[in-house]
Each structure stands twice: as structure tokens, then as C-alpha cells.
């Protein structure tokens, strides 16, 4: 199968593309560099440096000729929407419809987005929390992430194309970039094993659901092949860990025993975040495999060999 995979040298994306490839899919890469890396991406993709709001995109849309369209590009980081929402929404939202009219113009029925599950739902009521839970987004990046579930809803219906939205958990492991997108288990584990501080914004007992972000790739890939999987699905492990006792984990992985600092707390930032994973487990036959230790033991290992190179 021919997939098209959008920020495909970025963190999630560079696993997703070497997970297709490895099912044996032919697989194309786009992404404009800003977070991503060339050197992430599988020699065996074709990558195309391009944004997503670029006149280019439909000639690179039309060239890979994609059965399936895999859209993880994204303005990632809480703060930056919450101090810029219009730079925001220009990639969310806008850079979401442009892809989305270069499908329709290249003929491709299927699109498989990539949503928050944490920053959608904001503070919920229901924990786990299920997909048919009301969305109250706390920052712009909350929103702008719905709102392009919305428009991708909107495609399908005017195109009769499969649409399939995956709202993913907190998403670590090896390639994340300490100083690029949100990541609080890149930072803590870069800072600990440089011996330097690290800080807990708030009081650390807020809490998320950190799902590998191996079980997110094989959640995708699950998705590309389930030709008939449409609608909305949670990625999660349903279990909630708070930062404080992340901290320790990966303190005692690491080797450090050295508290953590505190600041104050973000603005936009929810208390509590975990979500329910079963209708992934229905639809796809998805669910989390990889435990938060092994996990955790697996992203330490990397920034260790990363800090040697």
C-alpha cells in the first residue's frame, strides 16, 4: 500500500514511517524540518521537504500518489499556542485544510489524523475518559486540534472518503527532542543524565497517561490496514501516573538521587488526564503493550547512547 506520512521526520512520525515500512507499505515522508530531522527518516522512504501550507503541497500530494494519508504534523507545544495561538491555528487548522484539499484534488479517500486525547478532553468528568466525553479544551492547542478533527469529518463527507481520528495519550520514547515539542519524559530524562536540575511545574500531582511511542505506531499502522476503521478512537494505556512519581522513575533509572525542583504552574495546563482505550481495542484490535518501566528503561538507554555519540 502507498502511505503518505506528514511530519514523518519528526518524533512520532520517524517511528511511524519505519513501522509501515517494515509491514511492507511504500511509504512517503513530508515534512518541513523545523522539529523533524533528515536523518530520522528510513532511507527507504521519500522524504519532501515541504510545509504543509506551502503551494508545493499538492504537486508532492500528487506525486506520491498515496492509497492512505497519514497526518501527524503538528504546532505540538502547549506554551507556544497559548503565547501565540494565530501561529497555532495557521499549522493546526489551516495547515489541516490545505492537506486535506490536496487530497481531495489528488483523488485520496483515506486520511488517518492524529489528535490530542489530552489537551481535547481538558479536565473531564470521567476518568478513564471515553471518546463521547464533552471536549473542553483549556489552550489554543486544544482547540486548534478538534477543530481539525471537525474539518476532517467535513472531507469525508463531502469526498465519501474513510476518515479515521486517533486522540493520543501522552506520547514518549527514543527521538524526542528535550528542546523541541512538549515532552516532560525527553526533558527529565536528557536533564538527569546531564546531572542538571529538574523542575515540576506546580505541585507534580497532576497527572497523564504516558503511552509508548512504539504502541503508538502500531496503533497507526493498525489504523492504515483497517480499511473500514472510521470515527474516533482513544490511544492510551487507561493508567494514570502523576509527574512527581514520573520524576522518581526515571530518577532511579538514571541513577540520580536528587529531588526535583518546583515552579509555578503552567497556564492551560490540566490536572488530570487518562484516557479510555477499549473502542481502539474494538476497532483496530489495539492495545497498550509496552509497561511505562520498560518503557521509561527503553528512553533512558537512548539518551544515554545519544550523550555518548
Same mark, same amino acid.
Given at each position: 500500500?502507498?502511505?503518505?506520512?506528514?511530519?514523518?521526520?519528526?518524533?512520532?512520525?520517524?517511528?511511524?514511517?519505519?513501522?509501515?515500512?517494515?509491514?511492507?507499505?511504500?511509504?512517503?515522508?513530508?515534512?518541513?524540518?523545523?522539529?523533524?530531522?533528515?536523518?530520522?527518516?528510513?532511507?527507504?522512504?521519500?522524504?519532501?521537504?515541504?510545509?504543509?501550507?506551502?503551494?508545493?503541497?499538492?504537486?508532492?500530494?500528487?506525486?506520491?500518489?498515496?492509497?492512505?494519508?497519514?497526518?501527524?504534523?503538528?504546532?505540538?507545544?502547549?506554551?507556544?499556542?497559548?503565547?501565540?495561538?494565530?501561529?497555532?491555528?495557521?499549522?493546526?487548522?489551516?495547515?489541516?485544510?490545505?492537506?486535506?484539499?490536496?487530497?481531495?484534488?489528488?483523488?485520496?479517500?483515506?486520511?488517518?489524523?492524529?489528535?490530542?486525547?489530552? =489537551? %481535547?478532553?481538558?479536565? &473531564?468528568?470521567? !476518568?478513564?475518559?471515553?471518546?463521547?466525553?464533552?471536549?473542553? *479544551? /483549556?489552550?489554543?492547542? +486544544?482547540?486548534?486540534?478538534?477543530?481539525?478533527?471537525?474539518?476532517?469529518?467535513?472531507?469525508?463527507?463531502?469526498? =465519501? %472518503?474513510?476518515?479515521? &481520528?486517533?486522540? !493520543?495519550?501522552?506520547?514518549?520514547?527514543?527521538?524526542?527532542? *528535550? /528542546?523541541?515539542?512538549? +515532552?516532560?519524559?525527553?526533558?527529565?530524562?536528557?536533564?538527569?543524565?546531564?546531572?542538571?536540575?529538574?523542575?515540576?511545574? %506546580?505541585?507534580?500531582?497532576?497527572?497523564?497517561?504516558?503511552?509508548?511511542?512504539?504502541?503508538?505506531?502500531?496503533?497507526?499502522?493498525?489504523?492504515?490496514?483497517?480499511?473500514?476503521?472510521?470515527?474516533?478512537?482513544?490511544?492510551?494505556?487507561?493508567?494514570?501516573?502523576?509527574?512527581?512519581?514520573?520524576?522518581?522513575?526515571?530518577?532511579?533509572?538514571?541513577?540520580?538521587?536528587?529531588?526535583?525542583?518546583?515552579?509555578?504552574?503552567?497556564?492551560?495546563?490540566?490536572?488530570?488526564?487518562?484516557?479510555?482505550?477499549?473502542?481502539?481495542?474494538?476497532?483496530?484490535?489495539?492495545?497498550?503493550?509496552?509497561?511505562?518501566?520498560?518503557?521509561?528503561?527503553?528512553?533512558?538507554?537512548?539518551?544515554?547512547?545519544?550523550?555518548?555519540?
Amino acid at each position: 500500500m502507498r502511505v503518505l506520512v506528514t511530519g514523518g521526520a519528526g518524533f512520532i512520525g520517524s517511528h511511524v514511517v519505519d513501522r509501515l515500512l517494515a509491514d511492507g507499505h511504500a511509504v512517503d515522508a513530508v515534512d518541513n524540518l523545523t522539529t523533524g530531522r533528515r536523518e530520522r527518516v528510513h532511507p527507504a522512504a521519500r522524504l519532501h521537504v515541504c510545509d504543509l501550507r506551502d503551494a508545493r503541497l499538492d504537486a508532492v500530494v500528487a506525486a506520491a500518489r498515496p492509497e492512505v494519508v497519514v497526518h501527524l504534523a503538528a504546532q505540538a507545544a502547549v506554551p507556544r499556542s497559548v503565547a501565540d495561538p494565530v501561529f497555532d491555528a495557521s499549522v493546526n487548522v489551516l495547515g489541516t485544510i490545505a492537506l486535506l484539499e490536496a487530497c481531495r484534488r489528488a483523488g485520496v479517500r483515506r486520511a488517518l489524523y492524529t489528535s490530542s486525547g489530552g =489537551a %481535547g478532553y481538558g479536565d &473531564t468528568d470521567v !476518568l478513564p475518559t471515553p471518546e463521547d466525553h464533552p471536549l473542553r *479544551p /483549556a489552550s489554543p492547542y +486544544g482547540v486548534s486540534k478538534i477543530t481539525a478533527e471537525h474539518y476532517l469529518e467535513c472531507w469525508a463527507g463531502l469526498t =465519501a %472518503g474513510r476518515a479515521l &481520528t486517533l486522540r !493520543l495519550a501522552n506520547i514518549y520514547g527514543p527521538r524526542q527532542d *528535550p /528542546a523541541g515539542e512538549a +515532552g516532560v519524559v525527553a526533558i527529565f530524562a536528557s536533564r538527569l543524565l546531564a546531572g542538571e536540575p529538574c523542575i515540576v511545574n %506546580g505541585d507534580g500531582e497532576q497527572t497523564r497517561d504516558y503511552v509508548y511511542v512504539g504502541d503508538v505506531a502500531d496503533a497507526v499502522a493498525r489504523g492504515v490496514t483497517s480499511a473500514n476503521a472510521t470515527g474516533v478512537a482513544n490511544i492510551g494505556t487507561g493508567a494514570e501516573t502523576t509527574v512527581n512519581e514520573l520524576h522518581r522513575r526515571l530518577a532511579r533509572l538514571a541513577g540520580v538521587n536528587r529531588a526535583a525542583d518546583h515552579a509555578p504552574a503552567k497556564p492551560g495546563e490540566q490536572r488530570r488526564s487518562v484516557l479510555d482505550a477499549s473502542r481502539a481495542k474494538t476497532l483496530l484490535g489495539w492495545s497498550a503493550r509496552t509497561t511505562l518501566d520498560e518503557g521509561l528503561t527503553q528512553t533512558i538507554l537512548w539518551f544515554r547512547k545519544e550523550l555518548r555519540a
